[in-house]
């Protein structure tokens, strides 16, 4: 059985930094990719970043570019979203989600990922 869970969320000043991680289980060998996504209230679901199920692929959307960095560690099962700069604009629920994949890249398409964590709250304000 597939388990996504995230931890790292909280409350943060503006300007400053966060690591979220997602800790995923049950793949067995099969490799996948990882996205995370955020959720204000009020606002749609955005696909902040993803990267593929080799590392060697990632994307951000344009607003985290060069801010947020995405990385995993295959060894222990685990993604990162490292989170420099932080603006109130950045504050959310964040949900990673995984998909199986044999794919080379990755995308940022909630519909494509079957498996989801139950969120971490970051909240970015003085």
């Known amino acids: 059985q597939v388990q996504l869970v995230e931890s790292g969320g909280g409350l943060v000043q503006p300007g400053g930094s966060l690591r979220l991680s997602c800790a995923a289980s049950g793949f067995g060998s099969y490799g996948y990719a990882v996205g995370w996504f955020r959720q204000a209230p009020g606002k749609e679901r955005e696909g902040v970043s993803c990267i593929s199920s080799s590392g060697d692929y990632t994307y951000s959307m344009d607003s985290v570019e060069g801010r947020f960095t995405i990385s995993r560690d295959n060894r222990k099962n685990t993604v990162y979203l490292q989170m420099d700069s932080l603006e109130p604009e950045d504050s959310a629920i964040y949900y990673c989600?995984?998909?199986?994949?044999?794919?080379?890249?990755?995308?940022?398409?909630?519909?494509?990922?079957?498996?989801w964590g139950q969120g971490t709250q970051v909240t970015v304000s003085s």
């Open positions: 989600a995984a998909a199986t994949t044999t794919k080379l890249m990755c995308v940022t398409t909630a519909r494509e990922y079957p498996y």
